[in-house]
């Protein structure tokens, strides 16, 4: 079987290539049923990736509809290169649909999100004229021509599932679900890396880390108030900081936490999970919407990979149910400005409880499961 992998992101931008579909297609192309497996993106300088398991072939962004041409002339040009277009993207759906009507190929639509819906949330605030969101609103009108047109779906939580089949009356049947993954922590022998929690003698205190960026969906107020009433509700609490932009993020919290109380660091996701598992909790909040509530947030993933337990609020796909089912953390329902009876359950982890989370979410959420379940679905396309 030939696969031709086909995403809007990026070499140049998109640093979840890496993280997530690098990864995964090197483990789907040295599979025995796997004759090849092509990677498409779109560049803007045509920079491509140099595998060996894997063939990588940019095409040249200049424009979205001109972009869509070039790929229409590839698929069509390639014809004999692929027997499955797997799509991780909305746009080039119209013209993978256009491809598998003519010639008879498999098509799997692998959106990761809403897109359409996104977009509307983001601009949700601009006048109603933002050219994006009149894209986006036509998108919405066509979105259940591309789920139905597809021959498998896949959705990265159940409640995404449960809401296109509702919403659109997608065959159940040719939806599967297939979460985000992550990796456990893996420190080599020549690593360099030094323990953030024993050069700040925190051996004895119990270490909240928060993961992510200060945009506003990912609710960094309220992460940063749950955080100011630790460090006033006891001494015992201590937080840890990573993203990007390492001095923003310190100009931020330094309005509601002391910085003898915070680590800040800046890791490459290779290096963040080693990191986190210094941890003993990782916070994840973000507002009610259909965005979210779909969801399957990566940081969950690293999280529980790295043996950390979870805080989250009750609007992140099944993030909720999974931190009930598994005890692996607490679910903060109403209220985040008051959390006095989660913090009193709080207390330091022991190596062999992170052990016991990190070995449990590496079997949910590994790419060992991602790569499983994917091949599955290939082969239910023979």
């Not at 920079?47 to 072939?57: A, G, L, V, Y």
């Not at 424009?63 to 014809?79: E, P, V």
């Not at 990573?242 to 310190?250: G, N």
């Not at 936490?257 to 080693?274: Q, Y």
Request: hydrophobic letters at 40%; glycine letters at 4%; a positive charge.
């Amino acid at each position: 079987m030939k696969i031709l992998y086909l995403t809007m992101e990026s070499v140049e931008t998109d640093p979840i290539l890496n993280s997530q579909v690098i990864p995964l297609l090197e483990k789907i192309s040295m599979d025995v049923l796997i004759d090849t497996v092509t990677l498409v993106t779109f560049e803007t300088n045509g920079i491509e990736i140099s595998n060996n398991t894997f063939n990588h072939k940019p095409i040249i962004k200049k424009g979205k509809i001109n972009s869509q041409i070039q790929l229409l002339k590839f698929l069509l040009l390639n014809r004999k290169g692929y027997d499955v277009i797997h799509v991780r993207s909305y746009m080039p759906m119209f013209i993978s649909i256009i491809v598998k009507k003519i010639l008879n190929k498999r098509l799997v639509f692998d959106p990761r999100g809403l897109f359409a819906d996104e977009v509307l949330y983001d601009y949700k605030a601009t006048s109603f004229f933002n050219v994006k969101k009149y894209l986006a609103k036509t998108i919405k009108l066509v979105e259940p021509y591309l789920y139905n047109q597809s021959d498998s779906v896949v959705l990265v939580s159940n409640f995404f599932k449960d809401y296109i089949v509702d919403k659109y009356h997608v065959n159940r049947d040719k939806c599967f679900v297939i979460p985000t993954f992550s990796v456990p922590p893996h420190r080599n022998n020549n690593d360099q890396y030094v323990s953030f929690r024993s050069t700040n003698k925190w051996e004895d205190k119990i270490v909240i880390c928060y993961s992510g960026s200060l945009e506003k969906w990912q609710q960094i107020d309220e992460i940063l108030h749950f955080c100011k009433y630790a460090s006033t509700y006891s001494n015992k609490f201590r937080f840890c900081f990573f993203s990007k932009d390492i001095s923003a993020i310190k100009e931020k919290v330094s309005n509601y936490i002391p910085s003898s109380l915070c680590f800040f660091g800046s890791f490459v996701p290779a290096e963040l999970t080693m990191a986190l598992s210094e941890g003993d909790y990782g916070l994840l909040f973000r507002d009610k919407s259909i965005v979210n509530q779909v969801a399957a947030p990566i940081k969950f993933k690293d999280y529980l990979c790295s043996g950390l337990e979870v805080i989250v609020n009750q609007n992140i796909g099944d993030c909720a149910e999974v931190l009930n089912d598994t005890g692996f953390g607490f679910v903060i329902d109403g209220d985040l400005t008051q959390p006095s009876v989660i913090l009193d359950k709080m207390s330091l982890r022991s190596l062999e409880r992170k052990n016991e989370i990190s070995k449990v979410a590496t079997k949910n959420y590994g790419l060992q499961t991602s790569f499983e379940s994917y091949l599955s679905i290939y082969k239910g396309l023979l």
